[in-house]
Nanobody, 116 residues
């Protein structure tokens, strides 16, 4: 399985971006999927999770601003990011897991930079 993340870029604070993660090689319908991010000098942290059943969980730092979704038919996952803040600046990674907290697959990362 390969995950390809895309959609990052430079945006001003208060703006929006939409990240996408496309899976190839196998269906991920039975996998949960998640977005993580890693800011310079910080550990990677999870941002949002969508289960194989479509249930979602968000980190407190993004709750109410980010929306995770997946399309099983297309084998894709998106992250709509609104009201972006400079502290959202990071490399964003998509992942797929059968057990939460133990990713089986990672995407290559896409840079999100939010200017103040």
């Amino acid at each position: 399985v390969q995950l390809q993340a895309s959609g990052g870029g430079l945006v001003q604070a208060g703006g929006s971006l939409r990240l996408s993660c496309a899976a190839s090689g196998s269906t991920l319908n039975v996998y949960g999927m998640a977005w993580y991010r890693q800011a310079p000098g910080k550990q990677r942290e999870w941002v949002a999770i969508v289960s194989s059943r479509g249930n979602t969980i968000y980190a407190d730092s993004v709750k109410g601003r980010f929306t995770i979704s997946r399309d099983k038919a297309k084998n894709t996952m998106d992250l709509q990011m609104n009201s972006l803040k400079p502290e959202d600046t990071a490399v964003y990674y998509c992942s797929a897991h059968r057990v939460w907290g133990r990713p089986d697959y990672w995407g290559q990362g896409t840079q999100v930079t939010v200017s103040s």
